[in-house]
């Protein structure tokens, strides 16, 4: 029986996973979700010994079960190849009391290559497999990664354009030029005077705005999506988490069927949901434990039920967790509520119009599986000085937030279960944040604190940022916030 997923507002609009993959976000401008789970054989005694395309392929063919072996094998093998510079894939690196996972070995240096890499490749082969003719336009808001992962996947795939908007002043300069210097005829770039909610939040209304939809098709064209908000994106975040499991299997760090705690930075909430999502096909997990920045919309949260975004945005060392609306929050907050769509569109309704909502009936075993704090900007930076001289080991300052956030739990909990960071981005991306952080050093440009970088961890200059300085700028374009469909309609001719 094929899986269904629905949207989280209306549960009468259900679609396959090629489906949902399509469309991105659903008309009705709620998230395709699973309302059941797929049987998984996690059997650790082969996973152990098994490869990230093969853990791929498991998890892969039970959420996108209308996709073909052969579909999937073409999509799996052309994602997960020479582009990562790790065999391994997403590495397990055992630290002083934890172990990161590193998910930054991409041609980007961030963890969304773990899902941007076969991204492409399921939506062109969702696309044939309904014989859609229309050319498909990604539109996507970014806090930093996403945009040039995402453009990394499509620049110059046939039938799509890309069109990605970042908040001006809230991205590292690594992470700006990257999107800016991104090479592809079908790739565009745009800065906007505003953070990352306002990007994300026009890039919603654009979705659901019937007239633009109607004109879209006049033209051959309509809007997907690279954010986590398309399950296309979700699920093959999924299949890390069953492989650092399995790898902790197979150094005996721990025994089949033993519980682990997963910490993860969290912004958008699709990387810890992802992780959820693991544990519902049976992966033993402990603890979910959703780590902040300053921006701890999430932490009162899990703290109170109460979902408010009516307070200060922030703009951290940690840019890509500058976030007071998490998309996909609403995906856990349908699950809270029984997949209920009539609630989850309710409590949705409350977040727009008042500025937050109330969780008061839902699901307790679900929100027991979840912890949730946040570390300021000196803890953070304190957390990278720390584990370098624990571990002679550099982390990025998302990665650290979540390594501070797991240390206070420890201390609050002693819980002795083995707990996994998701290290979601190469210190490399940040490297004055990183610098600083180790030597006390300021003043540094990027592209000192590279070469400062390079001589502390030892690690080679990923090739992503190595001649970046000098790379030509290729997208320029800066609009205010209301002016983003104006942008979209000019480069599409509209």
Do not use: W
Not at 241 to 246: D, E, H, L, P, T
């Amino acid at each position: 029986m094929t899986l269904v997923y629905q949207s989280t507002r209306d549960e009468k609009n259900r679609v396959t996973a090629s489906q949902a993959i399509l469309q991105g976000l659903a008309t009705d401008g709620g998230l395709f979700t699973p309302i059941t789970y797929p049987q998984v054989d996690l059997d650790f005694a082969k996973l152990k010994d098994a490869s990230y395309q093969e853990v791929a392929k498991l998890v892969l063919s039970a959420f996108l079960d209308d996709f073909s072996e052969a579909e999937l094998d073409h999509c799996i093998n052309h994602a997960y190849d020479s582009k990562f510079d790790d065999a391994a894939i997403a590495p397990l690196v055992k630290l002083d009391g934890q172990y990161n996972l590193e998910l930054f070995h991409g041609a980007t240096i961030a963890f969304k290559d773990m899902a941007l890499s076969i991204l492409p490749h399921l939506m062109t082969t969702a696309a044939k497999k309904h014989g859609l003719e229309n050319k498909i336009v990604i539109l996507t808001a970014t806090s930093g990664d996403t945009g040039k992962a995402a453009m990394a996947g499509f620049a110059d795939v046939p039938g799509t354009e890309i069109i990605v908007f970042y908040p001006k002043d809230g991205v590292s300069k690594v992470q700006e030029l990257q999107m800016t210097t991104q090479t592809g005829a079908n790739t565009h770039v745009v800065a906007i005077d505003g953070n990352f909610d306002d990007a994300q939040t026009n890039v919603k209304h654009m979705f659901n705005d019937t007239d633009l939809r109607a004109r879209l098709l006049e033209h051959k064209l309509q809007f997907s999506s690279a954010n986590s908000m398309n399950i296309g994106r979700l699920v093959p975040q999924i299949v890390y988490y069953v492989y650092a499991y399995a790898q902790l299997v197979k150094t005996g760090e721990i025994a089949a069927g033993d519980k682990v705690n997963f910490t993860v930075p969290t912004g958008n909430f699709g990387n810890i949901l992802a992780a959820y999502y693991a544990k519902q096909i049976g992966l033993p997990v402990g603890k979910l434990i959703c780590a902040s920045n300053e921006n701890n919309v999430l932490t009162d949260f899990f703290k109170t039920q109460v979902y408010d975004k009516k307070r200060s945005f922030k703009v951290t060392t940690s840019p890509s967790m500058d976030i007071l609306v998490s998309s996909n929050l609403e995906r856990l907050i349908f699950h809270l509520s029984g997949n209920s769509a009539e609630k989850t569109a309710a409590l949705m309704a409350a977040l727009n119009e008042q500025g937050q909502y109330e969780l008061t009936d839902f699901d307790a075993d679900i929100l027991e599986l979840f912890v949730a704090d946040y570390a300021t900007e000196q803890e953070t930076a304190a957390e990278i000085k720390r584990v370098y001289q624990a571990s002679d080991y550099i982390e990025d300052p998302h990665t650290a937030v979540a390594s501070a956030v797991y240390q206070k739990y420890l201390a609050e909990t002693d819980d002795q279960r083995k707990t996994v960071i998701a290290s979601t981005a190469s210190p490399y991306k940040f490297p004055v944040v990183a610098v600083e952080a180790v030597t006390g050093q300021t003043g540094l440009s990027d592209f000192e604190a590279l070469d400062q970088l390079h001589e502390l961890s030892g690690v080679a200059l990923p090739p992503t940022v190595d001649g970046l300085e000098k790379a030509p700028v290729r997208h320029k374009t800066t609009v205010a916030a209301d002016q983003m469909q104006a942008a979209v309609e000019d480069y599409l001719g509209l």
